[in-house]
T-cell receptor, first 116, second 114 residues
Framework: NAGVTQTPKFQVLKTGQSMTLQCAQD?????MSWYRQDPGMGLRLIHY???????DQGEVPNGYNVSRSTTEDFPLRLLSAAPSQTSVYFC???????????????FGQGTRLTVV | QKEVEQDPGPLSVPEGAIVSLNCTYS??????FMWYRQYSRKGPELLMY????GNKEDGRFTAQVDKSSKYISLFIRDSQPSDSATYLC??????????????FGKGTKLSVKP
C-alpha cells in the first residue's frame, strides 16, 4: 500500500515551459486535491476533485490545469511556468465519509519546483 | 483578516516541557478542526481532529476547541526531540464536497531540545 505518490520529487523549469506533476493514490479515494506551500503563506488549495470526471478550482487556480480521468490519478499541469510558481506542491486524497464521519486527508511527499 | 491565524514561531522548548500551540479563526461555520504534523521535507500527516467543541486526548496530545472564542489549541505533554516539526492547524466547514476543503494556518515550527 503506497498511499499517495507524487512524481517527480524535484524539478527545475525555465520560465514559459510547461510540465505535469503526477499524483497517484492506491486507496480508492474519491476526493483528491492539490496544494502549494510557500514560506509564510501556509498550504493553499489549487484544485480539487470529488470524483472521476469532476474537478473544481480552489483558492489559487490561475496558471494550473487539472483533469481526473480515473479514480487513482490526478495530474497537475503548469501551462506556462512563471517564477511565482516556485513552490512545494502537495497532492492529497481522502475518502467519502458516510454519516458525518470525519474524512482524513492523506498527503504525498511533495514536489519541489523551481522556475528560473 | 485571514480566515485562520497561527503564530509561525519558531518555538523552542526543553525536552519534557508542555507545549501549547494555538490557532484562531474568523469563520464561525467551521465544524472540523485538525492538527497536522509536518517533518522537514515531508508531507503533512494528521495528528488529531475534533468535531465541533470540546477536548480530545490521544496519548501525549490533547486538542481543544473553543468555538465561542474561535480558538483551538494543541497541547503536547512530556515533549520529545522527535516532536520537533512544524504543526499546522486546519479546519473545514463540513466533510463533504467543496465544504470539506481544508483551510490551513501557516504552521508553527517547534524545536524540542534534548
Amino acid at each position: 500500500n503506497a498511499g499517495v505518490t507524487q512524481t517527480p520529487k524535484f524539478q527545475v523549469l525555465k520560465t514559459g515551459q510547461s510540465m505535469t506533476l503526477q499524483c497517484a493514490q492506491d486507496m480508492n479515494h474519491e476526493y483528491m486535491s492539490w496544494y502549494r506551500q510557500d514560506p509564510g503563506m501556509g498550504l493553499r488549495l489549487i484544485h480539487y476533485s470529488v470524483g472521476a470526471g469532476i474537478t473544481d478550482q480552489g483558492e489559487v487556480p490561475n496558471g494550473y490545469n487539472v483533469s481526473r480521468s480515473t479514480t487513482e490519478d490526478f495530474p497537475l499541469r503548469l501551462l506556462s511556468a512563471a517564477p511565482s510558481q516556485t513552490s512545494v506542491y502537495f497532492c492529497a486524497s481522502s475518502y467519502r465519509a458516510a454519516g458525518g464521519r470525519f474524512r482524513e486527508a492523506f498527503f504525498g511527499q511533495g514536489t519541489r519546483l523551481t522556475v528560473v | 483578516q485571514k480566515e485562520v491565524e497561527q503564530d509561525p514561531g519558531p518555538l523552542s522548548v526543553p525536552e519534557g516541557a508542555i507545549v501549547s500551540l494555538n490557532c484562531t479563526y474568523s469563520n464561525s461555520a467551521f465544524q472540523y478542526f485538525m492538527w497536522y504534523r509536518q517533518y522537514s521535507r515531508k508531507g503533512p500527516e494528521l495528528l488529531m481532529y475534533t468535531y465541533s467543541s470540546g477536548n480530545k486526548e490521544d496519548g501525549r496530545f490533547t486538542a481543544q476547541v473553543d468555538k465561542s472564542s474561535k480558538y483551538i489549541s494543541l497541547f503536547i505533554r512530556d515533549s520529545q526531540p522527535s516532536d520537533s516539526a512544524t504543526y499546522l492547524c486546519a479546519m473545514s466547514l463540513s466533510y463533504g464536497g467543496s465544504q470539506g476543503n481544508l483551510i490551513f494556518g501557516k504552521g508553527t515550527k517547534l524545536s524540542v531540545k534534548p
